[in-house]
């Protein structure tokens, strides 16, 4: 065991002065996931946090306490009795900017619900005035047992986050609701709340969010195509969001970057432009709001061809190209025709550049009056900006005249606002 103390966070991590990086208490449950709590330490400390990892007993159980050393750098006991005059049991949670359960067993969240300090991790709850953030993984019988609901309620209603865990496989055959979400989605979510330091609001219970994401692609033969660069990056992480403010959310995707499907939401993939409107079209009428995130190809090569075009005598010196309707104007004249219902808030995306005929937001305010969306989210693109990268800013119009900044942040940061700008809009979601 390292000969280092305890009692505070930054005790014995290399280069802990109190620089841009947070207190992180990474708290490990008893349960097969706790593997995948690893990933998790490891991102926060590459990320420049300090990390200290309390896991119960039995988180023992399924990972050594070495690995947590290593990983976080810092000592791990499960304990309140060691390193006493330090005050572990208090001060790691005073000290913390931030605590991340992951994975929260059944046993854990309900000993948090009664208030327990039976161990070192439950006696941080308790000191811990910062945001915490519980990762649920069990059975999906242990997630819907009556006793479990009532207690993610409960910790919901003391400001707690408590993340939708995703669908998927368990542990040995079964599948359903209770998986760990992925790592990744994990972090993002964690470091949302740092960058809002306040608790994800549940604004959006009851409401259907149809969300598209990615760029489509537009076949000229059986291997080319025509595409654009959208990573998918930002729509992916409004319909991460959007679930765990509790919607629920249908994220019809294009192609990305390789992005994970996110946890507890429904993916409908498409390839092509024609494809993402009939599906979009297909759900809208039973969504509460539609946002289109997605890079929707404005054209499509007029023709198909069945095999390869070669090199040659024969070789096309032009691709004749047929526009592509406009999903976000079609879905505009639905509302006007009364074919979706009037209350579904539309919004749509610009991806602009100013130039010698006017600025971006004089484009954008020009695109909102096009398209006669309610909502309208604009990023200024060219110079290594919104496309592919993990940063985004810009702007948020809407109908009613109103314009506000989106200051510069993550793209889970934009997602935020973008919500909190579109949660107002919608009715009661009964
Ligand atoms: N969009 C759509 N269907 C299309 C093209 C775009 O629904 N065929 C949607 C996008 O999802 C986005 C918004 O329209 O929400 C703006 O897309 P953008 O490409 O910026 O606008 P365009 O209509 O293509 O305008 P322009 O290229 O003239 O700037």
Redesign the pocket.
Known sequence: MPEHTSGSIDSGSPGSGHGSGKRIVVGVGGGIAAYKSCAIIRSFTEAGHHVRVIPTASALEFVGAATFEALSGNPVHTGVFTDVPEVPHVRLGQEADLVVIAPATADLMARAVAGRADDLLTATLLTARCPVVFAPAMHTEMWEHPATVANVATLRERGVTVIEPASGRLTGKDTGAGRLPEPTEIVGLASLLLERADALPRDLVGQKILV?AGGTREPLDPVRFLGNRSSGKQGYAIARLAVQRGAQVTLVSGYTAGLDAPAAVDVVEVKT?EDMRIAVAKRAPDCDAVV???????FRPTTTVASKIKKGPDEPDSIPLTP???????LVQSRRAGEIDSSTVIV?????TGDSGGDVLS?ARA?LQR?GCDLLVVNAVGEGKAFEVDHNDGWLLAADGSESALEHGSKSLMASRVLDALSPLLGSGE
């Open positions: 598209s432009a289109m995130a997605a890079a929707v190809a404005d592509n309707a406009d999903i976000l104007a079609g749509g995306f610009a991806a602009e484009y695109k398209k």
